[in-house]
């Protein structure tokens, strides 16, 4: 198993920038995809960006140049620095991982989340 702890997440104003951080521990060596998804309330899960097996990166439409994900592989440490944060932004991030596929887009494919971590951007 796969245990996360995720952290970063505040209130924060439009335009402004936070980080979020999500620890792994347990059976690191069986990750193959690691990504943040998000969800709002009344709105499904969707993938905001991960690592695909290999290194490469995805990236939801509605982030891109506005959001980096990056990662520590010596402390099993993913971040998702974001930027020019939006209301819409406003959700709980997850932290999520598959084991066995190469990539992964689809919520369902995950194997293990965390708790999340709330971000609320107000106007």
């Known amino acids: 198993q796969v245990q996360f702890v995720e952290s970063g997440g505040g209130l924060v104003q439009a335009g402004g920038s936070l980080r979020l951080s999500c620890a792994a521990s347990?059976?690191?060596?069986?990750?193959?995809?690691i990504g943040w998804y998000r969800q709002a309330p009344g709105m499904l899960r969707e993938l905001v960006a991960g690592f695909s097996l290999g290194g490469e990166i995805m990236y939801a439409d509605f982030v891109k140049g506005r959001f980096t994900i990056s990662r520590d592989n010596v402390k099993n440490v993913v971040y998702l620095q974001m930027n020019s944060l939006k209301p819409e932004d406003t959700a709980l991030y997850y932290c999520?991982?598959?084991?066995?596929?190469?990539?992964?887009?689809?919520?369902?494919?995950?194997?293990?989340w965390g708790q999340g971590t709330q971000v609320t951007v107000s106007s």
């Open positions: 347990g059976s690191t060596s069986t990750i193959d995809v």
């Open positions: 999520a991982v598959v084991q066995g596929l190469t990539t992964a887009r689809k919520a369902y494919l995950y194997d293990y």
